[in-house]
């Protein structure tokens, strides 16, 4: 189903989003987290890539697995990297003959070790190339794209950053996932923004359970995303006496305490990133499903 249809139930829900191993050795465990995550009853599964596309082509087969084996919603990832009419029809009309109706679609991250986005084609250099372009050509996919609550690093203003989202929705985008944060205030002043710029779609927020300092600190320097400071240093603290568990423990908690906020404010639902790890989620979940009287 179309992602722009399932959003109209108007029910809280969560949506995860999965990072493929790019050994093909490691994907019986990755689909054995699929397995477990499962039972969230997930409204759609992002299925994502490596920076500068590096595990793009692995793409078409994990959607089309977790569609046709595992009755999941998956919505595919697609960056303008190494885009051109043919490759993009090529990957488009896949997923059509998969069944797959959802695209997320993206400007795409410079290669590893590069600072700097270079476009490959002309014709797609910016999200909003792909969104017009998917709209044209296959107006059955719902397409969803991306919004920063603290603003693209690359964008001059906040304003420019928004009237970058409102041109991606115009083009034809039906949904918008947010980047990572952690102030729950920074996302509802982005909604409420975003409202006031004429954008109308649904802005689902993006949940990040903190699990590995390092880890963070690297994708923090990446896509200009803050952490509150008596978080980042509580986080410093647990890992100073308690190392990765300790961090474990306490992004678990905060994760927890995050969606329970978003969801008493109205937001339509929470998309997690998983990390891959199933147990973390499994526990946030226990909190959503007590929430809607499920098990």
């Not at 249809?5 to 108007?10: A, C, E, F, W, Y």
């Not at 969230?40 to 299925?47: D, H, K, R, Y």
């Not at 793009?56 to 190494?82: D, F, S, W």
């Not at 043919?86 to 400007?107: T, Y």
Request: hydrophobic share 40%; aromatic share 10%.
């Amino acid at each position: 189903m179309r992602i722009a249809d399932l959003l109209r139930r108007q029910e809280p829900f969560l949506s995860l989003e999965f990072f493929p191993p790019k050994d093909r050795a490691q994907w019986p465990g990755f689909f054995d987290v699929v397995r477990q995550l499962k039972v969230l009853e997930p409204l759609f599964c992002s299925v994502t890539y490596g920076a500068g596309g590096s595990t793009q082509h692995n793409t078409l087969e994990i959607v089309t697995r977790m569609k046709q084996e595992y009755g999941l919603e998956p919505l595919a990832h697609l960056t303008c990297v190494g885009a051109d009419r043919d490759r993009l029809g090529v990957f488009l009309q896949g997923l059509r003959e998969a069944g797959v109706d959802n695209v997320l679609a993206l400007r795409g991250d410079p290669p590893k070790g590069e600072t700097e986005f270079r476009p490959d084609s002309d014709e797609f250099r910016h999200g909003s190339d792909l969104v017009c372009h998917i709209h044209s050509e296959f107006a059955n996919l719902s397409i969803g794209v991306a919004g920063y609550p603290e603003k693209h690093p690359e964008a001059v203003s906040l304003e420019a950053d928004l009237e970058h989202l409102r041109h991606k929705v115009a083009c034809g985008a039906d949904f918008v996932i947010t980047q990572l944060f952690f102030d729950n205030d920074l996302y509802f002043d982005f909604v409420d923004r975003a409202r006031g710029a004429g954008i109308d779609v649904p802005i689902i927020p993006g949940v990040l359970p903190v699990q590995n300092l390092a880890a963070l600190k690297r994708m923090l320097a990446f896509c200009g995303a803050t952490v509150p400071e008596g978080y980042m240093r509580d986080l410093e603290h647990v890992q100073a006496v308690y190392g990765d568990s300790g961090v474990r423990g306490l992004g678990l908690g905060y994760a927890r305490s995050q969606v329970r906020n978003l969801l008493d404010r109205g937001a339509p639902g929470v998309h997690l990133y998983t990390l891959n790890k199933a147990d973390t989620c499994l526990e946030i979940w226990k909190d959503f499903a007590g929430r809607q009287g499920r098990r």
